[in-house]
Nanobody
């Protein structure tokens, strides 16, 4: 019943900016927040940023100061503003709902994953 749809990815050059969106449908009861993860070819999926309903935000060290996670409560959309993009940011970006109590940077705390949106940064 819960569906997440990411959008906003694309092909950009190093130094450019993108804003990813994650539209949520369905009822998100008993959740603790939402987050963004990414997976590059040949690598495991890694944590990018988390937004907690309690008000906290958490970022991976690799994106801190460049990326900003936010949410539009009226539209039920999660955003990831990405500035100063680098080639190493190239990955398939996923949004997810945190459905369990635990470390918000851990995949095990999340469920209801979206299909992903591709971000490719050329040098």
């Amino acid at each position: 019943q819960v569906q997440l749809v990411e959008s906003g990815g694309g092909l950009v050059q190093a130094g450019d900016s993108l804003r990813l969106s994650c539209a949520a449908s369905g009822r998100l009861f008993n959740s603790y927040g939402m987050g963004w993860f990414r997976q590059a070819p040949g690598k495991e999926r890694e944590f990018v940023a988390a937004f907690s309903w309690s008000g906290g935000r958490n970022y991976a060290d690799s994106v801190k100061g460049r990326f900003t996670i936010s949410r539009d409560d009226t539209k039920n959309i999660l955003y990831l503003q990405m500035n100063s993009l680098r080639p190493e940011d190239t990955a398939l970006y996923y949004c997810a709902v945190r459905v369990r109590v635990g470390v918000d940077a851990s995949e095990s705390a999340y469920g209801y994953w979206g299909q992903g949106t591709q971000v490719t940064v050329s040098s």
